[in-house]
């Protein structure tokens, strides 16, 4: 039986403070804005910062799916500030993260190298770099209890440092390649019913042998990844919520992320009657190997786990709710990047396809004022944002200067300081530059280019590169090269 929080054991933990500061008094450095942003009698606000990796925006009610159930997420967007163009800096995993935890641009990946010890080949797949401040230490040194609770298992590494100014946090065991569990554990056999191809069909065995040697013992619903990632953090927020000390806590949910294995209720939602070896996971390549109906698999698959998540979310969600917690708590949910289920020719994020299903994401703020709420922006907003904005609505001055902007005026239907009529997004030693009219893709020097004219093609299918090479010219040496100097 897994055990509870209990009021003694956060404090115990989480001390009486940080920074010499008091709990519950006001703070220096607390800017004029700050009273506007609490509500009558609030000592200060909570934040939490909801991330769910792999989520794609056109997966989610709130943005226009009308077959995937996400009822929470759209309960939430309909309290929200939500954000129509919102897009990663950079991708995947850790360089998204970092970016989150910042306000600090990940890309261009200068000086990057495979950290010591791992095999990781990933431009920008590094530690928070030990020069830059985490809004988490930030928070922390103005009297906050901090939390992080996440099963994203990259993080799990002490020295890509996600754990800085964390007076908890709670690392959840098991997910993907996990070193969890012994995988020598498994028979070759329980491989049997799983779809292997591509030319990475050697790494997706690796990752399911020990994917399925982490979950073996799974049998109740709440065994899977979100319902504990959602449930612990409940626990927290139950503790947290307790002597009159503002929170800031971090949930980090690694599901839609394949491998993809839905509780049986969440794929019925979706199921076509099937049969055949289940693609629960994919080499990031070409979808050529795949059939339709394998692609159509994989997708059903996925939108199982995604509603789960929506399903435990609302749960969590509930749970601020019912601690009343709501009239003093700015909810932050994102996601780091998307998927591509056959779209362009691609299954799961490749570099080249810098597509909308793997650069658009979900994006919303729920203020405790209900600034913002229902409506929408179409700024482009990015993950290098979140800190800036959150320490903007609190009224904190950035103790070291932040790349990201802060998207508060946008709750006042003002518009943020830092214009931006275009961006880049950096993966690995691809680059994408997007402003009203084109999308440029090219390798970081530029070359290997194409262009796509959204005024005409805003699905991104036909390539114009070759007719237009001022206009590629343009955007790479306008967007990416001024931003990769800035």
Do not use: C
């Not at 995947?92 to 910042?102: F, K, L, V």
């Not at 059939?291 to 698959?301: D, G, P, T």
């Not at 290098?384 to 959150?390: K, R, S, W």
């Not at 680059?431 to 970081?444: C, E, I, K, P, T």
Request: aromatic share 12%; net charge negative; charged share 25%.
């Amino acid at each position: 039986m897994r055990h509870e929080i209990t009021r003694g054991d956060f404090l115990k933990v989480a001390g009486t403070g940080a920074a010499g500061l008091a709990l519950l008094g006001g703070s220096s450095a607390m800017g004029s804005r700050y009273n506007d942003y609490l509500p009558i009698g609030g000592s200060r606000m909570n934040v939490i910062v909801v991330i769910i990796d792999s989520l794609r925006k056109d997966h989610v009610g709130a943005y226009g799916n009308d077959w995937i159930h996400t009822p929470n997420l759209d309960a939430l967007a309909k309290d929200s500030l939500r954000f129509e163009r919102a897009h990663p800096e950079s991708i995947p995993t850790i360089p998204a993260r970092r970016a989150i935890h910042t306000g600090i641009r990940s890309w261009p990946f200068q000086k990057w190298a495979t950290p010591p010890g791992q095999s990781w080949v990933l431009f920008g797949w590094e530690p928070i770099p030990k020069d830059q401040m985490t809004l988490a230490e930030i928070l922390q040194g103005q009297g906050y209890r901090t939390m992080l609770v996440t099963d994203t298992w990259h993080q799990f590494a002490p020295f890509f440092d996600f754990h800085r100014g964390f007076n908890l946090f709670e690392f959840i065991r098991g997910q993907e390649k996990d070193a969890y569990k012994p995988d020598w554990t498994v028979p070759d056999n329980a491989l049997d019913n799983i779809l292997f191809g591509g030319d990475k069909a050697w790494h997706m065995r690796d990752i399911m042998r020990q994917y399925i040697a982490n979950t073996a013992s799974n049998v109740i619903e709440e065994d899977w990844f979100s319902p504990q990632v959602f449930s612990r953090a409940g626990e927290y927020l139950e503790a947290a919520s307790e002597g009159g000390q503002p929170f800031f806590m971090v949930v980090d949910n690694y599901d839609p992320h394949e491998p993809w294995h839905p509780h049986s209720e969440y794929l019925a939602l979706y199921d076509d009657g099937y049969s055949g070896p289940e693609p629960r996971t994919s080499p990031n390549s070409d979808s050529g190997w795949l059939s339709e109906q394998q692609l159509k698999r994989m997708q059903a698959l996925y939108s199982g786990e995604t509603t789960m998540a929506d399903k435990w979310l609302g749960g969590f969600l509930k749970k601020v709710d019912d601690l009343k917690l709501r009239d003093d708590t700015m909810v932050v949910l994102l996601s780091d990047h998307g998927f591509a289920f056959g779209e362009h020719g691609f299954a799961g994020k490749v570099p080249y396809a810098l597509y909308p299903e793997l650069t658009d994401i979900v994006f919303m703020v729920r203020h405790p004022k209900g600034k913002g709420a229902g409506k929408s922006s179409d700024y482009y907003a990015s993950t290098h944002d979140v800190a800036p904005t959150i320490l903007g609505s609190l009224g904190i001055e950035q103790p070291q200067p932040m790349e990201g902007a802060d998207l508060t005026p946008l709750l006042d239907g003002k518009q943020p300081d830092q214009v931006r009529e275009h961006f880049t997004i950096g993966y690995h030693d691809h680059v994408s530059a997007r402003d009203g009219d084109y999308v440029m893709v090219s390798l970081g020097n530029g070359r290997d280019a194409r262009l796509h004219d959204l005024r005409k093609d805003p699905h991104m299918q036909e390539d114009i590169a070759s007719k237009h090479p001022e206009i590629v010219r343009r955007m790479y040496n306008d967007y990416v090269r001024q931003h990769a100097s800035a």
